[in-house]
C-alpha cells in the first residue's frame, strides 16, 4: 500500500500522485515550514500512546522473544519522546539548533549569521531486513525538517506505515512532509521519478544497493550512505574473565549478529592454533549457556540453514585447516591461519581467527568504511595501544561486549551526527 | 548389465518395485567408484566412520553421508580428471554462489536414456515438427547456467523447426526480446505447427497475463506443451494461484492443463520430477526421496516437513550420491496421491533461511536490492538478512 497526503492509495491512484510529485513537494515548499516543536510534540505524543498491553503482542508477532520484545517496545517509546528528542537534538547542534548563530568570523569586518536548515528533500531508499528501520529513517528526516520521500523495502511488513499513519492522525502538517511509495525496486523508472525533486536520497543497505544508487542519482543529487558495516570482538590475552566473555555472548545472543554493530566472530592476539581452539572451547559453553537463557523461537528454516552451512564446515574442515565447535544451540568455526573479516551465519554462529596485534593494521585496513564496532577485551596497560591501532583499521566504536549493540541519546552513527547529515549550514552575509 | 545400467533403462519410470532389484547395488557400487576415485570423498566416508556394510536394505540408504548442495558451490570434487568431463553446467546463483558440476559420457549416457524413458512416459517425445519459445536464456558461449542447458535440452524431444528466447545473446550478454516473442508467437500461431513453450513459471506468467492485457487470444495446436521449472525464485510475490494461471493459459493460448507440465530438479542432483495430473512430484525409479531432521539430518517419517535430500546413482564423474538441497519438503505416500502413479512424492515448502516472506532472495536479484546487514543503532530492529545455503533449481 501506498500513503500519500495522509491517504493509503492503491499502486494505480498513487502513479497519479508520483506524476506530480515535484508540483506537490512545490507547493508544500511555497506555503509551509515544518517547525520542529510540532514533529516532537507528535512524536511525543505517539511515544505516550505505545503500551505492552497493545503493542507488545506485534513486536512477539515478529518473532522476538518476550524479553526482547519488551526491551524494544520500553526503547522505541523513549527514542519518541519529548526529553529523548530535544537532548538528542542538542547533543547534534549544540544548542543553536532552533536559533542562530552571530559572529564576525577571524580577519573579517562583516557579521555573520549561521542558521541549520533542512538539506529541503530527501528520498529513504531503506534495508527490506529490519523492521520499522524505514520510518526511524523518515523521522529523522522530518525532526530536520525535511520533505520525505520512502521507497519502501519489498519485504515491508506494513509497520511503517502504521506508525506514519498515527503520526498524522496526530499532527495533520506531517501528512504533505510524508510520501510512502510500495513500489518494487525494479521499478527503476518510478525510483527515478521519486528521486527527481529530491536534494538528496539516503540510502540503508549493502554495497550493491549503494553501487545501484549511486549509478542512478543524478549528479546534482546528493547521497547519504549508511552502507554496510561489520563489527568483531579483539581478545588479547587468555586470561580474561568470564564476565568479559558473557558479555560478547550477550550480544550475540541478543542481536541474533543481524545488527551492523553485531559480534560476527572474535579475533584473538595469537599466532598459536592451540589458543584458538583453548578459547574456543572455552566460549562454546558460555555461548549456548547464555542462548540458553535467550531461546530463539523454533523456526524450522532457520534451524535448516544453520545445519546445514555447519554441515558444509564440518565437511571442509580437515583439508581447510578449521574446526566446527557446534552445541545444541550454537557453534564456534575455530580458524587455524584465516584471520578475514567475514560476516558471521548469524543466529549465534560466529567465528574465532587468530590475528596478532602487529598484525591488526595491516589485515583490516582493506576494510575501509567498512568496519564499525569493535568490542576490546584486554589488559589494562595494553588498552591505549589497542584502541590507537583499532581506530586507525576505520573502526568507529570500542565497547565491551556488552555493549556493542547498545546506544544512547545522541550517539553518532558510523562515525557521523544522522540528523546534522539531513540539514545544511546557510549563512547570511551582508 | 551392471544394476546402475538396468535402472536407467527401466522402461516405467515409476516401477519402484521392480527397481529394487537394482537400486541399491547400483548405489553401492557407485559410492565404491568415488571412494576409490576422488580421495576427498574418501575423506569424508573416513572422516564420519561410515562403513558400507551398515547399508543393508533401502531403509538404511540414510547413513551414507550426505552432502548438503552449499559444500559443491565452495568446492570441487570429482571423480574423474576435469578434461574428461564432457559437460560442464553452473546453477543459477541467484544469492552469488554457483555450484559447478561436470558430467562424463558414461552419466551422459545413463541421462539420456533416463529422459528418453521418462519423457516417453509424460508423453513429451514427439515426432511433430515443433516451434518453441524458450521463456529464458539462450545459450551461449560465455554462460555455463545448467537452467539454460535443460531448456535448450528440452527443445530436442520434438524435432525443432525454430527456437525464440525471451532473453537473447547479444554478444556480451542478454537483453530482453519482447518483440521477437510477440513476432514469433503470431508467426508461430499461423503455422499451425505445435508449440512449446519452456522455462520459468514467473516468464510464462508474465507473458499470458501481458497476451491477456493486450486482448491476444491464439489458438496454438492442440498438441502444444507448456513445460516449466525452476521455481519462481525472486518473483515469489507474484506467485499466483495455480488454476488461475493455467486458465490464463488456456484463455491465451488454447493449451489445456493437461498439457502444462512442471519440473524440478537440480544441478547437483540433475533428474528429472514432474508434477502428475494432481500437482505431485512423485519421485522416479532412478533416485529414492529422504526428508531429514532439520537438526540432525537424520531421517524423518512421512507428513513432517524437513530437508530435502536425495540419493541416486545418476552421476559417475563425482559424488553427487546421496546430497542434501535447502528445500524443505514433505514426503507423502504415493497411494495418497489418486493419480496412476504409485511412488511416494514430495510437496515444496519453501527454502531454508529466513521466514519467507523476508528471503533476501526478493531483492537481491533486483537492481536495488544486495544482502542487507544494516540498521539504525538502536532502532526496533529484527532482521533477516541471509544467505540461501543451498542448490538452485534448474
Known amino acids: 500500500m501506498n500513503f500519500i497526503s495522509g491517504k493509503l492509495l492503491d499502486r494505480k491512484h498513487s502513479y497519479e500522485y508520483l506524476d ?31 503500551n505492552k498491553r497493545d503493542h507488545l503482542p506485534l513486536l512477539l508477532s515478529l518473532g522476538m522473544n518476550e524479553s526482547k ?3 524494544e517496545l520500553m ?17 547534534e547542534f549544540g544548542t543553536d539548533f532552533e536559533t542562530y548563530l552571530e559572529y564576525r568570523p577571524f580577519g573579517s569586518e562583516r557579521i555573520v549569521r549561521q542558521e541549520w536548515k533542512p538539506l529541503g528533500v530527501l528520498l529513504h531508499i531503506a534495508a527490506g531486513n529490519v523492521d520499522a528501520l524505514p520510518v526511524f529513517s523518515v523521522i529523522e528526516g522530518l525532526l530536520t525538517g525535511n520533505i520525505n520521500i520512502l521507497k519502501l523495502p519489498g519485504t515491508d511488513d506494513g509497520l511503517s506505515i502504521a506508525i506514519l499513519q498515527k503520526l498524522t492522525e496526530i499532527e495533520p502538517l506531517i501528512s504533505e512532509y510524508a510520501y510512502v511509495f510500495d513500489y518494487p525496486s ?8 521519486m528521486a527527481a525533486p529530491a536534494d538528496a536520497v539516503v540510502v540503508w543497505g549493502g554495497d550493491a544497493a549503494v553501487a545501484a544508487v549511486r549509478n542512478m542519482a543524478a549528479p546534482n543529487t546528493k547521497i547519504i550512505e549508511w552502507g554496510h558495516k561489520i563489527s568483531f570482538a579483539y581478545i588479547s590475552g587468555m586470561d580474561i574473565s568470564d564476565e568479559d566473555l558473557e558479555g560478547i555472548a550477550f550480544n550475540i545472543c541478543d542481536t541474533n549478529q543481524l545488527l551492523c554493530n553485531s559480534c560476527q566472530g572474535i579475533f584473538i592476539d595469537t599466532n598459536n592454533y592451540k589458543d584458538i581452539m583453548e578459547f574456543s572451547e572455552r566460549f562454546l559453553p558460555i555461548l549456548e549457556g547464555m542462548s540458553q537463557r535467550m531461546p530463539l523461537k523454533a523456526d524450522p528454516y532457520l534451524q535448516a540453514q544453520k545445519t546445514l552451512e555447519m554441515n558444509t564446515e564440518e565437511l571442509e574442515s580437515s583439508k581447510m585447516g578449521k574446526r566446527v565447535f557446534k552445541s545444541e544451540t550454537c557453534s564456534i568455526t575455530a580458524y587455524k591461519d584465516d584471520c578475514a573479516l567475514e560476516p558471521s551465519h548469524m543466529y549465534r554462529n560466529c567465528w574465532v581467527k587468530p590475528l596478532p596485534r602487529e598484525k591488526l593494521l595491516s589485515a583490516l585496513l582493506k576494510y575501509k568504511n567498512h568496519l564499525q564496532t569493535a568490542a576490546l577485551v584486554c589488559k589494562e596497560n595494553d588498552r591505549p595501544s589497542l584502541e590507537a591501532m583499532l581506530f586507525k583499521t576505520g573502526v568507529v566504536r570500542i565497547t565491551s561486549g556488552r555493549n556493542m549493540s547498545t546506544t544512547f541519546c545522541g550517539a553518532p552513527h558510523d562515525g557521523e551526527y544522522p540528523l546534522r547529515r539531513y540539514m545544511k549550514i546557510v549563512t547570511y552575509e551582508y | 548389465m551392471n544394476p546402475k545400467r538396468r535402472l536407467f533403462l527401466m522402461k516405467n519410470p515409476y516401477d519402484l518395485e521392480k527397481s529394487r532389484a537394482f537400486f541399491l547395488d547400483a548405489v553401492k557400487a557407485d559410492l565404491e567408484y568415488h571412494r576409490t576415485n576422488c580421495a576427498d570423498y574418501a575423506e569424508i566416508l573416513k572422516e564420519q566412520n561410515f562403513d558400507i556394510n551398515t547399508v543393508k536394505t533401502e531403509n538404511d540408504l540414510y547413513r551414507i553421508p550426505v552432502i548438503p548442495t552449499l559444500y559443491f558451490k565452495r568446492n570441487r570434487l570429482f571423480s574423474i580428471p576435469e578434461e574428461k568431463l564432457v559437460i560442464k553446467a553452473a546453477s543459477s546463483g541467484t544469492q552469488g554462489l554457483r555450484s559447478i558440476v561436470g558430467f562424463d559420457k558414461s552419466t551422459l549416457v545413463c541421462g539420456i536414456l533416463m529422459m528418453l524413458r521418462f519423457l516417453s512416459y509424460h508423453r513429451l517425445i514427439s515426432p511433430l515438427p515443433t516451434n518453441y519459445i524458450v521463456l529464458g536464456f539462450q545459450p551461449s558461449s560465455h554462460t555455463q547456467m545448467g537452467a539454460i542447458k535443460t531448456a535448450y535440452g528440452i527443445t530436442k524431444f520434438a524435432p525443432a523447426l525454430h527456437r525464440e528466447y525471451a532473453l537473447k545473446d547479444n554478444g556480451s550478454g542478454y537483453s530482453l526480446n519482447i518483440d521477437g516473442i510477440k513476432n514469433a508467437l503470431l508467426k508461430y500461431a499461423k503455422s499451425g505447427f505445435p508449440v512449446r513453450f519452456v522455462g520459468f513459471p514467473p516468464y510464462m506468467y508474465f507473458l499470458v497475463k501481458a497476451l491477456k492485457d493486450n486482448g491476444i487470444s491464439l489458438k496454438l495446436n492442440r498438441h502444444s506443451k507448456v513445460l516449466l521449472g525452476g521455481g519462481w525464485k525472486q518473483f515469489s510475490a507474484e506467485e499466483i494461484d495455480k488454476e488461475d494461471f493455467y486458465q490464463l493459459i488456456e484463455e491465451t493460448l488454447g493449451i489445456k492443463k493437461a498439457n502444462c507440465l512442471e519440473f524440478f530438479s537440480a544441478v547437483e542432483h540433475p533428474l528429472p520430477y514432474c508434477k502428475c495430473e494432481n500437482g505431485h512430484f512423485h519421485v522416479p525409479v532412478y533416485s529414492r526421496v529422504i526428508i531429514r531432521d532439520v537438526n540432525t539430518l537424520k531421517p524423518v517419517s512421512n507428513r513432517q516437513l524437513g530437508l530435502l535430500s536425495f540419493v541416486s546413482p545418476l552421476v559417475s564423474s563425482m559424488p553427487l550420491l546421496s546430497i542434501v538441497t535447502d528445500d524443505l519438503a514433505v514426503l507423502h505416500d504415493g497411494s495418497q496421491c489418486g493419480c496412476k502413479i504409485k511412488t511416494p512424492y514430495f510437496e515444496l515448502h519453501g527454502r531454508a533461511g529466513v521466514q519467507q516472506i523476508k528471503t533476501c532472495t526478493a531483492d537481491a536479484a533486483e537492481l536495488l536490492g544486495g544482502t542487507l546487514n544494516q540498521a539504525a543503532p538502536g532502532l526496533l530492529v529484527e532482521s533477516n538478512a541471509a544467505v540461501h545455503p543451498g542448490g538452485e533449481r534448474i
Open chain 1, 75 to 91: 526503547l522505541v517509546k523513549l527514542m519518541l519522546s519529548r526529553e529523548y528528542l530535544e537532548n538528542r537534538l542538542k547533543a
Open chain 1, 69 to 71: 520484545a519488551h526491551s
Open chain 1, 20 to 50: 506530480k510529485l515535484s508540483e506537490l513537494i512545490c507547493e508544500t515548499y511555497q506555503h509551509k515550514t515544518l517547525p520542529v516543536q510540532r514533529v516532537i510534540s507528535a512524536c511525543d505524543t505517539l511515544s505516550e500512546l505505545i
Open chain 1, 186 to 193: 525494479s521499478d527503476i523508472e518510478s525510483i527515478k521519478k
